[in-house]
């Protein structure tokens, strides 16, 4: 099991960015897949974002693909996403999430660890 901590959540207008962490406790950081969900008031999980154990893959929601990207820093135990030209409807709780497997997965019932949620807010 892996202890996950995300950070850099906040409040930011329309056209703003923001950068989210996520720290990994755990020796086999480097092995799992990661991903990045989010869920807004009354509405279900949803996918945003999610890369391999190598950073070599990387796959997103079609409603964010051009304005976010998922990196990872295998030696840091940490995984990133940089969020910018930010709209309302990006307003969410935002995950990351683990997965002990090299491949990662859009759905969020195949990952095995989460964070407990940083919270975006992008209002004027």
């Known amino acids: 099991q892996v202890q996950l901590v995300e950070s850099g959540g906040g409040l930011v207008q329309p056209g703003g960015s923001l950068r989210l962490s996520c720290t990994a406790s755990?020796?086999?950081?480097?092995?799992?897949?990661m991903g990045w969900f989010r869920q807004a008031p009354g509405e279900e999980r949803e996918f945003v974002a999610a890369?391999?154990?190598?950073?070599?893959?990387?796959t997103y929601a079609d409603s964010v693909r051009g304005r976010f990207t998922i990196s990872r820093d295998n030696a840091k135990n940490t995984v990133y996403l940089q969020m910018n030209s930010l709209k309302p409807e990006d307003t969410a709780v935002y995950y990351c999430?683990?997965?002990?497997?090299?491949?990662?997965?859009?759905?969020?019932?195949?990952?095995?660890?989460w964070g407990q949620g940083t919270q975006v807010t992008v209002s004027s």
């Open positions: 999430a683990a997965r002990r497997t090299y491949m990662t997965s859009r759905e969020w019932v195949n990952y095995d660890d």
């Open positions: 755990g020796r086999t950081f480097s092995s799992y897949a």
């Open positions: 890369i391999t154990w190598s950073a070599i893959t990387t």
